[in-house]
């Protein structure tokens, strides 16, 4: 079946520091993939969509310029958490929509970021 | 508002039971929905999904899920659970944009 990989799964960085995200999707384009934060022992939050080519469209409340967000080709978008904070220490997970016909959404699994 | 709600927070069953997890949502039209199931400190995998068609959905690992439009419900059923069935599972929904709203989860404890 379809996989979408998520590249570092665990990321320790220090404050001020910068940290990427990779989300690719393995075997299926993906031209539109999500990007959701989950804090420990709570639901998904949407954070982004990102659309291949164009910019990403960020949800309310979520700072587009510290939360950095790349769609360079059908296969792999980026996060990339600037000047990191500890309050930015969460789970990210990605997701990939794929589009030929099964219209079905594949998640990552995951990234923790600790922000020290 | 669009909103999901998991009534439940935390549900044990002994191994062999069944065990039946709520979902309700408020959608203006009637979305797509999901269920999800996240083992601790991993991703998420799909357990099965909704679009349209047979109300009555089966699922990976035994499960299913009846939607029922006129209660707004998309309830996840299994007969007869595994040890291996304890996680967090979430109810998702979404619409045609494929951004997914999600329940708040559902903890699942078997005991033996």
């Known amino acids: 079946g379809a996989v979408v990989s998520q590249h570092p799964s665990r990321v320790i960085c220090k404050s001020g520091t910068s940290v990427k995200i990779e989300c690719r999707s393995l075997d299926f384009q993906a031209t539109t993939m999500f990007w959701y934060r989950q804090f420990p022992k709570q639901s998904l939050m949407l954070m982004a969509t990102?659309?291949?080519?164009?910019?990403?469209?960020?949800e309310q409340g979520v700072e587009k310029d510290k939360f950095l967000i790349n769609h360079a080709s059908l296969t792999l978008s980026t996060l990339t958490v600037t000047s990191a904070h500890p309050e930015d220490s969460s789970f990210y997970i990605c997701?990939?929509?794929?589009?030929?016909?099964?219209?079905?959404?594949?998640f990552g699994e995951g990234s923790w970021l600790t922000v020290v | 508002a669009q909103s999901v709600t998991q009534p439940d927070i935390h549900i044990t069953v002994s191994e062999g039971a069944s065990l039946e997890l709520r979902c309700n949502y408020s959608y203006g039209a009637t979305p797509y929905l999901f269920w999800y199931v996240q083992s601790p400190g991993q991703g998420l995998q799909l357990l099965l999904k909704?679009?349209?068609?047979?109300?009555l959905v089966q699922g990976i690992k035994g499960f299913e899920a009846e939607f029922k439009r006129s209660q707004s419900s998309f309830n996840l059923r299994k007969p007869s659970v595994h040890w291996s069935d304890a996680a967090e599972y979430f109810c998702?929904?979404?619409?045609?944009?494929?951004?997914?709203?999600f329940g708040a989860g559902t903890t699942v404890t078997v005991r033996a």
């Open positions: 998702a929904v979404g619409l045609n944009d494929y951004k997914l709203s």
């Open positions: 909704y679009f349209s068609g047979d109300t």
């Open positions: 990102s659309n291949e080519g164009s910019k990403a469209t960020y």
């Open positions: 997701s990939a929509r794929e589009g030929t016909g099964r219209n079905t959404i594949y």
